[in-house]
């Protein structure tokens, strides 16, 4: 469906109802040149396929009108979270919850995430399908379960958003991981930092001081327990020094 339907020289055009994730990309890639005379006009062509020899002979209040038009669709910061939408008769989910997240989709989304703003952007339509995807169950409206991540069918999901998704939902859904997922993966790994820092901070009390420990072990009212401590703890520190050395090669 069309937002705009409009006729420049004799010839029909028309502006989309929504910005989709394609569109929103040429958008972005000509931001330097928003301050260019004739950056209406361009905005128009890209979106319309109007050409610009056109629109440049229309009159200004016609362009001036269109390009409004246009930029009214574009979201502003901060965007707004959905966590579900239909397209095409299907519905899509977004990611049910941090901690069921795959190792596989964190770190697919966290390596496009992280690249440089031109690059993201070229990846925003997959960024976006690795996100949402097709509801299979819901218990109810915001409680419910996604399709299990899978490349054979994200690049054709990919496309599709690329061509029809409206750019607020997949702007709404990068802000909402780089805001949320990534903030509580970042609790969880420095909770897990922590706990390994301890463990590190006994295993070397239990180096110094084995020979102690190792007496108070073999005393007859012991019943071995911190014996049994030492030699798990003894393990356990081989093993980190030996991963240690591993990862510094």
Excluded at 47 to 62: A, F
């Amino acid at each position: 469906m069309a937002l705009v339907e409009f006729n420049l020289n004799g010839k029909d055009y028309e502006l989309p109802d929504v910005i989709s994730v394609g569109d929103y990309v040429k958008i972005f890639k000509i931001k330097d040149l928003f301050e260019d005379e004739y950056m209406k006009a361009k905005v128009v062509n890209l979106i319309s396929d109007c050409p610009m020899d056109t629109l440049l002979e229309s009159e200004n209040h016609k362009v001036d009108f269109l390009a409004t038009s246009i930029f009214a669709m574009v979201p502003r910061p901060p965007y707004k979270f959905v966590d579900r939408f239909k397209l095409d008769g299907v519905e899509y989910g977004y990611l049910p919850s941090y901690k069921e997240i795959t190792f596989a989709e964190f770190v697919d989304l966290d390596s496009l995430l992280t690249k440089k703003n031109d690059e993201v952007m070229d990846y925003l339509h997959v960024i976006a399908a690795i996100m949402y995807r097709p509801i299979i169950s819901e218990k109810s409206k915001h409680d419910y379960k996604i399709e299990k991540y899978n490349q054979d069918t994200l690049n054709d999901r990919a496309e599709l958003f690329k061509k029809k998704l409206d750019i607020r939902f997949a702007l709404g859904g990068q802000f909402f991981f780089t805001r949320f997922g990534k903030k509580y993966s970042t609790y969880t790994q420095l909770s897990l930092k922590n706990r390994m820092i301890k463990e590190w901070e006994s295993l070397k009390f239990i180096a110094r001081n084995w020979k102690t420990l190792w007496k108070l072990a073999l005393k007859k009212d012991s019943d071995g327990t911190l014996l049994l401590i030492k030699l798990q703890q003894t393990e356990l520190m081989h093993t980190m020094k030996s991963l240690i050395k591993k990862s510094s090669k």
